[in-house]
């Protein structure tokens, strides 16, 4: 964990450093990653520094739905034999993610749990550093890395937005360009939101790229695949967006069946328009038997304690993750009764 009262940059790359000198330099180290724009840039920077640094690298990115402690993921990670391990953007918890393989957790979200490994924690610092941010200063431990700053920047704007007050976001806009990072960001996070969720073009791009532009003006077959998948979010979103909410107490239910992504970003549409209420956007049609969702609110409740507070038996690690005031899960139908019956909302019940 970074230190309130040190140099969070010093500390990351510092640390970054101590558990690379535990890897296998033999064996390739996989860097696991989050499938959005702070997930991907944060993987990107991560793999371009070690292979920079003359290391053999690989990129794993989960899948929709997917957890790294999901059976399926390990398999793909240990197929890869590797040396060490990075798990970024992902969360974090006590449990390893690839039993007997070190490794190092770069991550900002609130912990639930505590891993017994190297944790580079941007959680509780104020501004929050996002994953891409510490992956980036965590590179400083493999060499100068000032041509990677851009994608540092598009992980910020992609979780956080911008004017955070962080010198490095000022120093790429200056260099690349606001509008250009904003729209990269835009496109990188829009193949992860499709129904299909396939983020691989994104990810080739930001591991071969020398700026935004190669995103935002790109004529190949992966930057069209970025224009595509922004079209499709947008005509699902089109839709989603004439649903109006149900009410129950201080929360606001919006119920979503689509196979895209898009339930964080009506609940983020409705947070300003519902201030009062907690409000959730609940989409059955994002995965075969569950009910995935998003929790925002303007109210400045905790929304990781109230879905705690409302937690249902069967709920896994896929429940209330993320932030304070961003988060969200995935309940099987059974659970999900549970869960919206006790809300007040026992007409949103699913067949289970």
Not at 40 to 69: C, F, H, N
Not at 108 to 116: A, R, S
Not at 182 to 206: C, E, G, Q, V, Y
Not at 319 to 347: I, M, S
Request: hydrophobic fraction near 45%.
């Amino acid at each position: 964990m970074l230190s309130r009262t040190g140099d969070p940059r010093k500390q990351a790359r510092e640390a970054f450093a101590g558990a690379l000198a535990t890897f296998d330099t033999a064996r390739s180290v996989v860097v696991l990653g989050h499938f959005d724009a702070d997930g991907l840039t944060a993987t990107a920077i991560l793999v371009r520094a070690l292979r920079a640094a003359g290391r053999t690298a690989e990129a794993v990115i989960v899948g929709k739905g997917e957890s790294p402690w999901d059976e399926a993921v390990g398999a793909r990670l240990a197929a890869h034999a590797p040396g060490g391990l990075v798990v970024t953007d992902l969360g974090t918890r006590a449990e390893p993610v690839l039993r007997g393989c070190p490794t190092v957790v770069i991550d900002h979200h609130v912990p639930t749990g505590d891993p017994q490994v190297t944790t580079i924690s941007g959680n509780g610092l104020d501004p929050e550093p996002t994953s891409a941010l510490l992956a980036w200063w965590a590179a400083h431990a493999l060499g100068e890395v000032d041509d990677l700053l851009w994608l540092a920047a598009v992980g910020l704007i992609g979780d956080m937005g911008e004017g955070l007050g962080f010198p490095e976001l000022t120093r790429a806009q200056e260099r690349w360009g606001k509008t250009a990072l904003r729209d990269a960001t835009s496109l990188i996070n829009a193949p992860r939101r499709t129904a299909a969720a396939d983020s691989s073009p994104a990810l080739r791009l930001l591991l071969r790229g020398d700026g935004p532009k190669v995103i935002t003006k790109g004529d190949d077959d992966d930057a069209r695949a970025l224009v595509a998948a922004k079209a499709e979010v947008r005509a699902a979103m089109e839709v989603a967006r004439r649903v109006g909410p149900k009410i129950a107490g201080d929360v606001a239910l919006i119920p979503i069946d689509s196979p895209c992504q898009i339930h964080p970003l009506i609940a983020q549409q409705w947070r300003g328009r519902l201030g009062d209420k907690i409000v959730l956007a609940a989409n059955v049609g994002y995965r075969p038997g569950w009910v995935h969702f998003a929790a925002r609110s303007a109210t400045g409740r905790d929304l990781i304690t109230f879905l705690a507070e409302h937690r249902p038996p069967g709920a896994d690690s896929r429940y209330g993750n993320g932030h304070a005031q961003a988060t969200g899960g995935a309940l099987r139908h059974a659970d999900w009764n549970r869960f919206v019956a006790d809300l007040g909302f026992p007409d949103q019940q699913v067949p289970a």
